[in-house]
């Protein structure tokens, strides 16, 4: 996994910054109630699209918690005095004290399927009865387009999807929680090009695929022949789904 702390820095405006933040704001507000109280923005990152719910909800009470502290600290200058250090497996909330919980780009970052497991169980567990849940799902099946790029990291190893969307649908029914729908939207700045893709691999951006490794550099190699070696390629699409905690009986 990336070291988030030395990320932080650099992070938005290699993650297509604003205009990427903003279409995920907003299609997560299309999945919670107009009327939610308070929302968690679990693993807030950068408090990018965190800022944009509280501003698209000034009624809505909106905290943001991440593990990293790099990221918590440019979230806290986003959200003064809403923003928390917090592991997503070990929630520090009572029980029902949300009306919404978010977890946006966190469920294929855990290790393990019981990380996963364990996260979502903490999101069930401090929703309100009637609350939702929203969460990215298939965040690397997304980054797949169908481009010259996609064609030749086709038969790279790969890890097991932790947020598969139906494993996740398994592990919130597990605690109740209901499909409540789903939205999709556009990674603006985020289409490949050759030249970013070589040095992706390069970082380890590619878990599977270790930095020097030999397998690695045939791959790098094979990327480099590629034409329009900075032209991007497709942006990805993203997919949330909505999961709502049942009312009290």
């Not at 949300?98 to 399927?113: Q, Y």
């Not at 849940?133 to 169908?146: E, P």
């Amino acid at each position: 996994m990336l070291d988030y702390d030395k990320e932080a820095d650099a992070y938005d405006v290699t993650r297509g910054g604003e205009p990427r933040a903003a279409a995920a704001a907003d299609a997560v507000l299309r999945l919670v109630p107009a009327d939610a109280g308070r929302l968690l923005d679990l693993a807030c990152g950068t408090g990018i699209v965190t800022r944009r719910l509280a501003a698209a909800r000034p009624a809505t009470r909106v905290t943001g918690a991440d593990l990293t502290y790099g990221m918590a600290r440019m979230a806290a200058a986003r959200l003064p005095g809403a923003v928390l250090l917090a592991d997503g497996r070990r929630l520090p909330f009572p029980d029902s004290t949300f009306d919404a919980v978010t977890t946006v780009w966190l469920l294929h970052l855990l290790d393990e399927p019981e990380d996963v497991r364990a996260a979502v169980a903490e999101c069930a567990r401090v929703l309100r009865p009637g609350g939702v849940y929203v969460t990215t799902v298939d965040k690397a099946a997304a980054h797949d387009v169908g481009s010259d790029i996609d064609a030749v990291l086709a038969p790279r190893p790969r890890r097991p999807a932790r947020d598969a969307a139906p494993l996740v649908e398994t592990y919130a029914a597990a605690h109740r929680l209901c499909p409540a729908g789903q939205a999709r939207f556009p990674g603006h700045g985020q289409g490949r090009s050759p030249r970013c893709t070589t040095a992706d691999l390069r970082r380890g951006w590619f878990t599977v695929l270790p930095p020097g490794d030999p397998v690695t550099e045939r791959f790098v190699a094979r990327i480099q022949a590629l034409p329009d070696q900075d032209r991007p390629r497709a942006d990805p699409e993203f997919t949330l789904r909505a999961f709502r905690k049942p009312t009290a009986g």
